[in-house]
């Protein structure tokens, strides 16, 4: 097969992973197909980073773009800590990429003598290019990062709020799907000001991009039809006329660090993976918690302050990719332990019960180390699939978006414990406190009849996993 496929992924590092995923996937199966990724230029250089051997099929495209006419800070182009309404910001400057994005491919075609690319592979949160490749003829696709029973709820949220009536009970029946009761406190609250002016510009754009990702020719899914079957009937009642494909999982052996990072204010180097590695392999197999919240968010500062205590009153050992606290402007210097008990860190040093990783964690390889027991995460898609892939199972703390949702199905599916949710205490009514963290850490890999449970259903997931991407090398699933 010889042919040309646009891809253009969202600026963000949730979305753009799964994209080098999909690259990756693509040139292993037909290495004659000319791939061209675009992005904006931070991003494509931390895109190019992952393929640091040239390979004359994949070409790398940048889209001109300047943050501050948006109003954001410079280098800004990922939603990387970006708080509210800035993040807004990046969600409508990516709207504004449309004459760009017309021009480059203009321009590649007239480079490539004339030839019209094969097919446009978008993010949903892209789905403005819908129209314009139906101008140009190109097939178009659309890919959906995140998992489909999260994705279904979030698309019928977005499409009816904000019509839908003000909560007055603390349970909602979603609208397409009424046999499934949201909690207030998963709830995208923004959405729900109808009077905010920045949150119906959010309200407008979701809506809008999920409208036109319905009128793609094909929908791609990074999931696995074994694993998400319910999701994926669910997404099947939405979209009705547009095939489904579920071609993942698209995992990639490591992340890049998103391209900018505003709020973090740490220096995303890769933490090295060799020193992360050694000192999981003084560790014995199954003993030691990883937590980490994605690469968008982060819990607040007294909720950091219970973790730790939790943790540490737990006796487990944990490695725990750290982030500056939600809401706190750290633009200066500062210290992690201001928001941590007094002379934790080194305490947890000295009785090698915790490793705390201030920069860009090699996730993955952690995850696939033998030591590793269980996840403490947000529950991002990528994360829930690095992990369920190598049968590690989770205690959630999703922190925004459909990640509530996906907390919600992992514990349906038996494979998660919920132990906060996001820094809605007063609403959900769960308030992590140490005494909470110890237990839901004990439960879990403390060897009960829970944690074993927990990690047989890991397994049996991780077999589905690995098998969906057995598939894909070997029969060509995508074909
Ligand atoms: C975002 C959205 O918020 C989420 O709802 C959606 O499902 C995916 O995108 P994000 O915070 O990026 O979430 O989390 P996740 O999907 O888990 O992706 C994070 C990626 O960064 C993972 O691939 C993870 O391995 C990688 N990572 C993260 C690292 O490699 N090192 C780190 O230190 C942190």
């Known amino acids: 097969m010889v042919g040309h496929v646009i891809l253009f992924p969202f600026m963000a590092q949730g979305h753009i992973t799964p994209f080098i995923a999909l690259t990756e996937l693509l040139h ?17 250089q931390s895109i190019q980073s992952s393929f640091p051997d040239p390979i004359p099929t994949i070409r790398f495209r940048s889209l001109p773009f300047s943050p501050s006419d948006h109003g954001l800070p410079p ?37 490539d003598g004339g030839r019209v690319p094969s097919c446009i592979i978008s993010d949903n949160f892209l789905s403005w ?57 998963q709830l995208p609250r923004r959405l729900f000001l109808p009077d905010d002016n ?34 994926l009937r669910m997404l099947e009642k939405l979209i009705t006329g547009v095939p489904l494909f579920p071609i993942g999982p698209l995992l990639c052996q490591s992340s890049p660090p998103p391209s900018s990072s505003l709020s973090l204010s740490l220096s995303l180097s890769l933490s090295s993976s060799s020193s992360c590695v050694e000192w999981l392999d003084k560790h014995s197999p199954g003993t030691v918690l990883y937590i980490s919240f994605g690469s968008q968010n982060s819990i607040n ?14 006796e487990k050992a944990f490695i725990w990719v750290i982030r500056p606290p939600f809401g706190v402007d750290v633009t200066g210097e500062f210290k992690l332990d201001q928001w941590l008990p007094e002379g934790f860190e080194e305490r947890m040093r000295e009785k090698k019960q ?32 690095e992990s ?16 509530f949702y996906n907390s919600m199905f992992l514990e349906e ?38 944690g074993v449970e927990m990690k047989k259903k890991a397994m049996e997931i991780s077999g589905m996993i690995r098998g969906a991407l057995m598939e894909v090398d070997i029969d060509g699933g995508l074909g």
């Open 388 to 403: 369920l892939s190598h049968g590690v199972p989770i205690i959630g703390w999703p922190l925004g978006a459909e990640q």
């Open 75 to 111: 280098n800004t182009e990922s939603l990387a800590g970006l708080p509210f309404p800035q993040f807004l910001y990046l969600l409508i400057a990516s709207e504004s990429l449309r004459p760009q994005f017309t021009q480059l491919l203009h321009q590649i075609i007239t480079e």
């Open 413 to 450: 599916v038996g494979v998660c414990v919920e132990l906060g949710r996001g820094n809605r205490e007063k609403m959900s009514g769960i308030k992590v406190e140490r005494e909470r963290v110890k237990k839901v850490v004990e439960m879990v890999m403390g060897g009960g009849e829970k």
């Open 301 to 314: 500062a007294s909720q950091m302050m219970e973790l730790a205590a939790g943790l540490e009153a737990s």
């Open 354 to 385: 915790g490793l705390l990783v201030h920069a860009w964690a090699p996730q993955v390889e952690i995850l696939a180390h033998e030591s590793t027991s269980a996840f403490l995460s947000h529950c991002g898609w990528n994360s829930v699939l």
């Open 28 to 44: 292993r199966r037909w290495p004659e197909l000319t791939i061209t990724i675009i992005n904006t230029p931070r991003n494509i």
């Open 129 to 185: 290019t819908v129209d314009i490749a139906e101008k140009l003829n190109i097939f178009h696709s659309t890919l959906i990062t995140s998992g489909t029973y999260g994705t279904a709820i979030a698309f019928t949220l977005w499409l009816h709020m904000p019509k839908l009536p003000a909560i007055e009970t603390q349970y909602l029946s979603l609208p397409d799907f009424p046999e499934i009761n949201i909690h207030w406190s």
């Open 198 to 231: 920045f949150a119906s510009k959010y309200s407008s754009f979701l809506q809008r991009q999920t409208l036109l990702c319905f009128k793609s020719n094909a929908i791609l899914l990074n999931t696995v039809k074994e694993f998400e079957t319910a999701g």
